[in-house]
């Protein structure tokens, strides 16, 4: 996506690089920590969030109750994308040890 965005002339503006097929945080997290043979962990007190994204400068809101961004814009323009799927990306990245399913 970013290689495209600066190879191509005619891409202007703003863009959202992210899958066609948005996850929670939630199942990102439980497929994440799957895939890594992590242990159940608690969810985060609004509290921490607060403190941990004044300390990254960020808007804690994008934590508490995320955004479903799709990149339509780059759909527009014919993107191919080589992992449209949470659980072929994290196939791709950690070597047939991410294959996860839901259920």
């Not at 965005?5 to 997290?29: C, H, K, L, W």
């Not at 242990?39 to 969030?49: E, K, M, R, S, Y």
């Not at 960020?58 to 109750?65: F, H, Q």
């Not at 339509?72 to 791709?92: I, V």
Request: with cysteine; charged share 25%.
């Amino acid at each position: 996506m970013f290689l495209r965005a600066i190879e191509r002339e005619d891409m202007e503006g703003i863009y959202n690089a992210t899958s066609p097929n948005p996850v929670t945080n939630d199942q990102f997290m439980k497929r994440l920590r799957h895939v890594l043979h992590r242990p159940w962990a608690p969810p985060t007190p609004a509290w921490l969030v607060h403190i941990g994204c004044f300390l990254m400068r960020t808007e804690p809101v994008l934590a508490l109750t995320g955004r479903r961004g799709v990149p339509r814009r780059f759909m527009e323009r014919g993107f191919s994308f080589k992992f449209p799927e949470l659980d072929e990306a994290l196939h791709d990245l950690f070597g047939g040890k991410a294959w996860v399913r839901d259920g």
